[in-house]
């Protein structure tokens, strides 16, 4: 098995910041279920679960929100700090040497260009920890994620999970420039603000 660098705690962007998890980020993680399309497999249930509390829990117990060496980092605006969503890395359906990646924005930050830009940082720090593939899986009625995936060179593959219910998962996969990984000699290394 290979071994691969840890995706770093915190990225920046001209416009944004990607961080670790606040426990004070619960009542906002929370709103993004609360948004959900009815079609999404993790929505609130009829108890009004999971509760701010049962997300704080989560928060507390595994900060980055997914498998050692991957995470979810919360994503906020540089300019006034709001909270408006998340991006990084998990296994979800992929693995630890090819994991998926995953994000999600609250409805006001749609429209903005945040999801391609926080995306495009963590595909970027992906390549540094030595990771040469990543996938997406993505159902087949959002296109706003698929626009995304496209900006970032992600293609569709031959697999698709099927679910008449929810309808199917298209997976999404891209090869990650090992350039990105490997700075030239005499740079000095590399920085997590992406431009």
Same mark, same amino acid.
Not at 39 to 63: F, Y
Not at 75 to 88: K, M, P, Q, S, V
Not at 135 to 142: G, I, K, L, Q, Y
């Given at each position: 098995?290979?071994?691969?660098?840890?995706? /770093? &705690?915190?990225?920046?962007?001209?416009?944004?910041?990607?961080?670790?998890? #606040?426990?004070?980020?619960?009542?906002? !993680?929370r709103?993004?279920?609360?948004?959900?399309? /009815?079609?999404?497999?993790?929505? @609130?249930?009829?108890?009004?679960?999971?509760?701010?509390?049962?997300?704080r829990?989560?928060?507390?117990?595994?900060? #980055? &929100?997914?498998?050692p %060496?991957l995470?979810?980092?919360?994503?906020? =605006? =540089?300019?006034?700090?709001?909270?408006?969503?998340?991006? %990084?890395? @998990? *296994?979800?359906? %992929?693995? *630890?040497?090819?994991?998926?990646?995953?994000?999600?924005l &609250?409805?006001?930050?749609?429209?903005?260009? !945040?999801?391609?830009?926080?995306?495009?940082?963590? *595909?970027?720090?992906?390549?540094?920890?030595g990771?040469r593939?990543?996938?997406?899986?993505?159902r087949?009625?959002?296109?706003?994620?698929f626009?995304?995936l496209?900006? #970032?060179?992600?293609? =569709?593959?031959?697999?698709?999970?099927?679910?008449?219910?929810?309808?199917?998962?298209?997976?999404?996969?891209?090869?990650?420039?090992?350039?990105?990984?490997? /700075?030239?000699?005499?740079?000095?290394?590399?920085?997590?603000?992406?431009?």
């Amino acid at each position: 098995m290979a071994t691969y660098g840890e995706l /770093p &705690a915190e990225l920046a962007t001209e416009r944004l910041r990607l961080r670790r998890w #606040l426990v004070s980020d619960a009542e906002e !993680y929370r709103g993004l279920w609360v948004e959900r399309d /009815p079609r999404a497999l993790r929505r @609130i249930d009829a108890d009004g679960n999971p509760t701010v509390e049962d997300i704080r829990g989560w928060l507390v117990d595994n900060p #980055l &929100a997914a498998d050692p %060496g991957l995470g979810l980092l919360p994503i906020e =605006r =540089r300019d006034t700090g709001e909270f408006i969503g998340y991006c %990084g890395l @998990i *296994v979800g359906q %992929g693995s *630890v040497d090819e994991p998926e990646i995953a994000y999600e924005l &609250a409805r006001r930050a749609h429209g903005h260009g !945040y999801a391609t830009e926080a995306a495009r940082a963590v *595909v970027e720090a992906a390549a540094r920890t030595g990771r040469r593939r990543l996938w997406a899986t993505v159902r087949e009625w959002n296109t706003a994620s698929f626009r995304v995936l496209e900006k #970032l060179d992600f293609h =569709r593959s031959d697999r698709v999970t099927k679910d008449d219910e929810r309808g199917d998962s298209i997976w999404m996969t891209r090869v990650l420039d090992q350039a990105v990984a490997h /700075p030239t000699a005499g740079t000095g290394g590399w920085t997590n603000e992406v431009r």
